[in-house]
C-alpha cells in the first residue's frame, strides 16, 4: 500500500506513521530514499517487514526516523488484565455459559448450550 508512487502523492515533509502491520511498506528502501532526501519529513514505525529488520540498513542511522519494537501496549497493567479476561472466558466456557470475548460469534446462537455433553 505504501511504495514509490504513494509517498510520491504525500506532501512534502508529511509524516508517515505505521503501527500496524510492516508489509504495508514496500521496503525499507523506498522508505529510506523519500526521509533521506527530506520528501518526507519523518517516519515513525513498530512494525516491520521481516521482523526483526536488518538493523544494518542504513535507514537506521537517520535523525527523522523513530522506531519501537511492536509491544507498547505491554505494560503490566495491559498484561493482567488481558490475563484475567482470558480466564473469565475460560470459566465461563467451563461452566456453559458463553464467553465475553469471542473471535468468530456467529458458531454461538442463543440457544447454543456449551456444556458438556455425554
Known sequence: MINRTTLG??????????LARGGLIE???VLYE????????????????P???????????????ITSPHSLGMTEGTM???FKSMADDMAAV?????????ANPEVF???TD???KD
Open 9 to 18: 502523492f504525500m506532501k512534502p515533509g508529511a509524516f508517515l506513521i505505521n
Open 109 to 111: 446462537s442463543e440457544n
Open 51 to 65: 521482523e526483526p529488520p536488518d538493523h544494518t540498513h542504513p535507514i537506521f542511522q537517520l535523525k527523522n526516523l
Open 27 to 29: 521496503s525499507l528502501d
Open 34 to 49: 523519500f526521509l533521506e532526501s527530506g520528501k518526507l519529513g519523518g517516519a515513525a514505525l513498530d512494525v516491520f517487514e
Open 94 to 102: 467451563l461452566d456453559g455459559r458463553r464467553p465475553r470475548f469471542v
Open 114 to 116: 456449551l456444556s458438556a
Open 80 to 82: 493482567r488484565q488481558i
